[in-house]
């Protein structure tokens, strides 16, 4: 692996674009569950209402019953709740400090990489602490779910409050959908993808692209999944470790 490594690093010395697709797997080391690891959010059999997690955060529950609905958005809440960025969120936004452009798309709803300073975040999956109203156009940014009621009204209309995450049946945001596409029309000169089980077509393409493309691509991840046999480089293991030698090796080569 740390031949691997060296020559990821050497790749990353030459880089002006990069991207960086991530998923839960970038936050675990805060400390925060994934959804489909063995001690993840999906594996806890099913909820109270003896639904699987995913259908009582799916769009058609929120409509039918939105208080169920909410309880599950307040225990994903108290997962990410006071959670920091860890060292693989930090390496990933230090490595635009050289210049690069560096994109992070993110499924990841916790906003970790844009606290350790990443500046161009795309957040496929929104964001769990943004909350807006399903009839008109209130939002509230940074909200703390521990002083909302079990079903959270707008203050401006009175109609129920959600928060602004992609519900399972949902599209993709339009305008982080179209950023992403924007991004990926300049191209990249290196693509990465960092603890995530890679299950959703718009996470999975870019990768294929690029090899299509001949842009080198890495994986970091500590299993396989369904990209591990396309990319150029799998680097075995945890975001932070792997991310942290990966930046060791590359300032090395700019010291040299
Ligand atoms: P998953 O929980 O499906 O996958 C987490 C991935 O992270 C797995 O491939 C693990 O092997 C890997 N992993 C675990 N610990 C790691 C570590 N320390 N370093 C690196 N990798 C590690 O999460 P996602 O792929 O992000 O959607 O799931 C995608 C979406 O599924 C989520 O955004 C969520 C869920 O449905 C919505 O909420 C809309």
Redesign the pocket.
């Known amino acids: 692996m740390r031949t691997d490594l060296i020559k990821v690093a050497e790749l990353l010395r030459e880089a002006h674009r990069v991207l960086f697709i ?5 936050s ?2 805060s400390g925060i ?5 063995r001690t ?3 594996r806890q059999g099913l909820t109270e209402e003896g639904i699987p997690f ?1 259908e009582a ?1 799916s769009a058609t529950n929120f409509h039918k019953s939105p208080q169920v609905s909410w309880r599950y958005f307040a225990q ?1 809440e108290r997962n990410l709740r006071g959670k920091s960025p860890n060292p ?1 969120h930090r390496v990933i936004a230090d490595l635009e400090t050289s210049g690069r452009r560096v994109c992070v798309a ?4 916790d906003g970790l990489h844009q606290l350790a300073g990443s500046k161009y975040v795309i957040e ?3 964001n769990l602490f943004r909350l807006c109203c399903t009839a008109c156009d209130y939002q509230a940014s940074d909200v703390t779910f521990d002083s909302l009621p079990d079903l959270p009204l707008c203050p401006a209309c009175d109609d129920v409050l959600r928060p602004d ?4 049946e ?1 599209p993709l945001p339009g305008d982080a959908l179209n950023q992403f596409l924007a991004e990926q029309a300049q191209g990249f000169d290196l693509v990465f993808s ?7 077509q718009y ?1 999975v393409e870019p990768v294929l692209l690029a090899v299509r493309r001949h842009v080198p691509t890495i994986e ?4 396989e ?1 369904p990209i591990s046999d396309a990319v150029s480089f799998r680097l075995r ?6 991310l942290v030698e990966l930046a060791t090796a590359l300032y090395e080569r700019e010291l040299a």
Request: glycine share 16%.
């Open positions: 991530t998923g839960a797997g970038v675990a080391e569950p994934t959804f489909r690891g993840g959010f999906f995913e955060l994903l693989a993110t499924q990841n709803i496929l999956h929104g995450i992609v519900l399972y949902e960092v603890g995530t089980t890679s299950l959703f996470v970091i991840n500590p299993e999944t293991g945890r975001a932070g470790l792997i």
